[in-house]
DNA sequence: ATGAAAGCGCTAACAA
DNA sequence: TTGTTAGCGCTTTCAT
């Protein structure tokens, strides 16, 4: 009878059937389906009915087509990041993603980078349209991931200041945004609270040199220390072993040293365990400082660590708000010709009873 | 000039663009896009070229549009096994399936569930056709998600067997496809292994008792000691604490008691270090097997752990794999009317020093 | 306030 | 083998 076949028994109603079903046209139900402004409330009702009796739900891919909105934000996370989930901190990051994600209506595609191998696949991934834009984490200096998502022309922002030329806004590379902590003020405040202590030999446990969070605090340490003896720096790479490592050199190195600013709570723990091998006291001989309070470390220390906080989950969301805001183009107004701002969120000192 | 508007700058290049370059129609554009089956060599080339020259990538939602294919799998992960990231178990798991998925050319959508407020969100998201099917992990037995599920529609398949009705192939309910170790027969081997050892008073650790896999493991202990008294089964949550606290109140009840099975390598652990504590040696008084086949763990302890090893990638990548097969249509053939096939596999006992 | 109609970019019959 | 054409389901001018 009907001029079109009659839909498959399997297959979803469509608003032309919702709208059928209200006895309105397609463009009214759209608009009820939508949010239904500038339609009449019995009109409004009727076409809310016809969707809950007809259960219908809207087609994403029609409305993506025309919207040119996918609602979706893909999720970048290379290997060694996500073997770090056993770390509390990228859990807790994707956790803000997560929800803010969730508050702004839009999902979370997530994009497993195995090696370089799969930047083939993530790029044509990103530049297919699929998602809306990317949120990716500053891994190394050397990740081929930046130029990947720079080639595919979606917009991104990085978790942690990206350390590649550009970032910074040099020119010839396009600014990326990020979110990252104050790493750097962060580690002054450690490190004056120390100096308020009355400690007078300092020594630092740094990060990774190919990390500007690790570079970041260990210029804040200098930030304070003009002139510090660089003796009184030794090397690590955020492992509890390094920091344990990084420890038995400083004091092989300056045995006088009275207190320590370890770069992580996990280098911190492993710094504290030497020192009490070696039968130092904690705070009284040495004190000491870490950063991130991982409270699953710096809590269960004996003693508790003194430390730097930072707000991870904040940074999650505030890296989904700086991609809204980009997506939404508010980031492109006329007069200002201002890349997109990244932004630094405070850190705050916690102390506890190891400093 | 032209009749159409030129696109806007920003704009990617349509299939429209690529043929018009190319100097042929759509159809020939879109069939060289999809792989150029039947169409003449020196065509290919020139489609090629010009996709090249354009910088052309296939429009997603035009697509999905037309084949109704999404290319992208929702995994549905609720916070409780999230925070178990942590545990190998969970990103072992989710390994196998990231990597099946793009064997597959699909994506992984996560989709991470808070609570139960999430399931409207969730259920919208399944039912708006967003994705081709869904992966999620039986939780416990009142989750709401597993009706989520089936409300919206979407092909699914669960990681270990659901508890709910319906799942075991009850009529009323659809039947879940389901992947899951062969917890039961893992349990007879780890009894029967300590059988063999000439234990005769073997004792069982049990798991949650709205989990499967835990009763599942109770119910192999069972089938091996057939008239074993009660009293030698004590309960656990899978958690090492609990390992321990279970292990105490075993000796309590039965002092004499010569070995252990416990359904988690953490349960083991906890119970190794209460039968150490007491003075008790493993194997020599006590002999103790876990399960999993955590390394992390069952390397760990001393004695390390004779266990019951599942593959838990290859569970991740058998879903996946399953999943496909329903979406290819091969599980409705038409003189079967069989429910989509779950799969069980096997386990296996890996000897360490524990027993 | 509502409806008619024009596409969004692509695939898949169907023709040629 | 290639091209023509008809939609997929939706949003959005543009009329009314």
Do not use: C
Request: glycine share 12%.
């Amino acid at each position: 009878m009907s001029r079109k076949p009659d839909p498959a028994p399997g297959s979803r109603p469509t608003l032309e059937a919702v709208a059928a079903r209200a006895g309105v046209s397609r463009a009214t139900a759209s608009r009820v389906v939508n949010g239904g402004a500038g339609v009449r409330p019995p009109l409004v009702d009727k076409v809310r009915r016809a969707v809950e009796e007809l259960g219908y739900v809207p087609n994403h891919a029609a409305r993506t087509l025309v919207t040119r909105r996918n609602g979706a934000v893909a999720v970048i996370i290379a290997e060694p990041e996500f073997r770090i989930f056993s770390d509390p901190f990228f859990e807790q990051q994707v956790r803000g993603i997560s929800r803010e994600l969730t508050a702004h209506d839009s999902q979370l595609v997530l994009l497993w980078v195995e090696g370089p191998g799969d930047y083939d696949r993530i790029g044509r991934y990103l530049g297919g349209g699929h998602v809306d834009g990317a949120l990716a984490f500053s891994v190394h200096n050397d990740d081929g991931l930046p130029s990947i998502i720079g080639r595919a022309q979606v917009p991104a922002v990085f978790g942690g200041r990206p350390g590649w030329p550009g970032a910074s806004g040099t020119p010839g590379g396009p600014a990326v945004p990020y979110v990252d902590a104050d790493n750097r003020g962060g580690a002054r405040e450690a490190v004056r609270h120390l100096l308020s202590l009355g400690r007078e030999r300092v020594a630092h446990i740094a990060g990774p040199r190919d990390l500007t969070s690790a570079m970041d605090r260990v210029d804040g340490y200098r930030d304070v220390l003009l002139d510090a003896d660089p003796g009184l720096i030794a090397q690590g790479d955020f492992t509890e072993e390094s920091g344990a490592r990084a420890m038995a050199e400083l004091l092989a190195r300056r045995p006088d040293l009275d207190a320590v600013f370890a770069a992580s709570d996990l280098m911190a723990s492993g710094a504290l365990r030497v020192l009490r091998e070696r039968g130092l006291r904690v705070p009284e001989d040495v004190a000491l400082v870490g950063f991130d309070d991982m409270t699953s470390i710096s809590e269960a220390t004996d003693p508790p660590l003194t430390t730097v906080r930072q707000d991870v989950e904040g940074m999650g969301r505030l890296m989904v708000r700086l991609l809204m805001r980009v997506l939404n183009g508010q980031e492109t107004e006329p007069g200002t010709g201002s890349a997109p701002g990244s932004v630094i969120t405070p850190t705050e000192l916690v102390r506890r009873a190891s400093a």
